[in-house]
């Protein structure tokens, strides 16, 4: 598959360092993960020039789980909205998200710590080539962070 989009972050420190001075170039899959990744971690209105990139999840930040089910369907259903109207090179575009419970144990301030942890599985049909293709990511609630 060619390189023909770039990567992120963008290093434009190539353009005084290289003596071509490009920009360092990825596949379209790695540019529609990085993409999804930004999506899923920009909330609405954070990003300057489209208020409207970003996941509606950042609502979801720090809410009881009362039914695990009816979280994990709207949870999905943020994400699924978000990606059809920010990756127009997906098309069949389906989310999986499941919610689990991570133990972290510090052996050195003898403290645990008992985290949730969403699974996000995003698949879809790559319009450009017709294929199948599925991106995984994995997110902590209370408050949202990748790790």
């Known amino acids: 598959m060619e390189k023909s989009n770039y990567k992120l972050p963008l290093q434009l420190s190539a353009f005084q360092n290289d003596e071509d001075g490009q920009l360092e ?23 300057v020039f489209n208020k409207k990139f970003g996941s509606r999840i950042w609502e979801m930040d720090f809410e009881r789980v009362f039914s695990q089910s009816k979280w994990e369907e709207k949870f999905s259903g943020f994400v699924l909205e978000s990606v059809r109207e920010n990756e127009k090179r997906l098309s069949d575009v389906s ?16 403290s645990v710590a008992i985290r949730k942890r969403v699974d996000i599985h995003v698949f879809g049909v790559l ?19 990748k790790n």
């Open 25 to 47: 170039r990825c596949t379209i899959l790695e540019s529609i993960d990085q993409n999804l990744d930004l999506l899923l971690t920009t909330c609405p209105g954070e990003h």
């Open 95 to 110: 989310v999986q998200v499941k919610i689990r419970e991570v133990v972290k144990e510090d052996v050195s301030s003898n």
């Open 127 to 145: 319009t450009e080539l017709n294929q199948k293709c599925g991106f995984t990511y994995a997110m902590y609630l209370g408050p949202l962070s």
